[in-house]
């Protein structure tokens, strides 16, 4: 019998910090041993565990799909204060291409530096925006469209179901979900509803937040560290079930059999999703030269304005016009001005071969600019410590030749 198919479009891996506990390689190796050629993640309002999850899930033969659970303020991102009008709730964004993986990482960047208020949040108006490229899930229980369900506020939730639906372009799915909860089995109830109404499509997920069912123990364990309580404590957090681990295609189609289009639609939301990073690729922008300029000669040019400026030997070239080949010509008839340009070009010729000009150029721009407004810089040693280039754009404060820093001089030009 051929094995039904299914995608987990909502899972936290290790990455959901002390809310998750599936290890990235291990899931995977069960997302394997389960039959399964695709799957998702989808972490708490963060992406540090995506390359991981991608290379582990390329390692296996299994397609990765991109994503994240998001906090979404009902209101504004920018009010920070208690508003009961402007709660917080998640919703799932997965990544179908370039673009859509540009604007998630802006969406979970901008959630984080000015959404921030107990947790890294995003609103509406900043979806609508950005949301070319994704996907969007309901979520679990603390969805927004589900909030109103909880309710009973049917009106409420067809309402903004329709706002997710025009902002996503109708790439925007509602979730169905089977913990055993007697909450979910309204939720569902509801969005099947909803969805013959609307015309949004439905798709099945399980909220995995762990890999085996016998997980489940030692997930409730991570909780009392996430909300400092012991296992004693009758009080403190817990998961509802033992349902939240990584379950297989036949019990997904057990569970939702009576509604197969929400299973089919995993399989086509990860057909949809076809994002691939490519790795040991410079992503540096390029640099904006003078017209008329290349980089290359650009750096070249800054370098020596800077050469002239910070060594003595050079001081007969201040407040002309620069020149470089004046200055080269100048280095061959003086021994200490020949050390200088000999170690400035040997350097300036390995940039250029590896390719780091831009950056170089990219650097010196953001410190002449923290310079230039009275901005502290620190000695600016980093990944070129000792580079007589650092030093005459301004990057580093440490003269190179000074402190005697290693380099094996080719040649002495001087007569």
């Not at 691939?276 to 070249?300: N, Q, R």
């Not at 407040?319 to 080269?328: G, M, R």
Request: aromatic share 10%; hydrophobic share 35%; with cysteine.
């Amino acid at each position: 019998m051929e094995q039904k198919k299914f995608t987990h479009l909502h899972l936290h891996t290790e990455y959901s910090l002390l809310d998750a506990s599936g290890k990235v390689k291990d899931i995977m190796k069960k997302a394997k041993e389960l039959g399964m050629d695709s799957i998702a993640i989808t972490d708490h309002g963060v992406m540090y565990g995506c390359v991981a999850f991608y290379k582990a899930a390329k390692e296996q033969g299994i397609k990765p799909i991109l994503g994240c659970e998001v906090y979404v303020a009902a209101k504004s991102k920018d009010i920070k204060l208690n508003d009961k009008a402007n709660s917080t709730h998640h919703l799932v964004l997965l990544v179908k291409n370039e673009i859509g993986y540009q604007n998630l990482m802006k969406i979970v960047s901008t959630a984080s530096i000015e959404g921030f208020y107990y947790k890294p949040r995003i609103d509406h108006e900043y979806l609508k925006n950005h949301s070319e490229g994704l996907i969007a899930l309901s979520a679990c229980l603390g969805g927004e469209v589900q909030s109103y369900h909880l309710k009973d506020n049917y009106e409420k939730a067809k309402e903004v179901a329709l706002l997710y639906k025009d902002i996503f372009n109708d790439d925007f799915y509602l979730e169905i979900q089977n913990h055993g909860m007697e909450e979910q089995r309204k939720v569902t109830e509801e969005n099947i509803r909803l969805s013959k109404e609307t015309g949004i499509p439905l798709v099945a997920t399980n909220d995995v937040h762990y890999i085996n069912q016998k997980d489940s123990e030692s997930h409730d364990v991570l909780m009392c560290i996430q909300t400092a309580k012991t296992v004693d404590d009758p009080n403190r957090r817990r998961y509802p079930s033992d349902q939240f681990y990584l379950k297989s295609p036949d019990e997904m189609w057990e569970m939702f059999s009576y509604v197969k289009e929400a299973l089919e639609n995993t399989t086509k939301i990860a057909d949809q999703c076809n994002f691939d990073y490519e790795f040991h690729v410079s992503k540096l922008p390029e640099f904006p030269v003078p017209e008329g300029k290349t980089p290359s000669a650009y750096l070249e040019e800054i370098c020596y304005g800077g050469l002239i400026e910070r060594y003595d030997v050079f001081k007969d070239f201040l407040n002309k016009p620069l020149s470089v080949k004046e200055i080269v010509d100048y280095s061959k008839k003086n021994e200490k001005a020949c050390e200088y340009v000999e170690r400035l070009e040997y350097e300036l010729s390995v940039i250029n071969q590896m390719g780091f000009v831009d950056y170089f150029l990219i650097t010196w721009d953001f410190i002449k600019f923290a310079n230039d407004n009275g901005i502290p810089t620190g000695p600016g040693r980093g990944s070129a410590a000792g580079s007589i280039v650092a030093f005459t754009l301004g990057i580093t404060k440490i003269d190179p030749l000074k402190y005697n820093l290693l380099f094996e001089r080719k040649q002495r030009c001087a007569v």
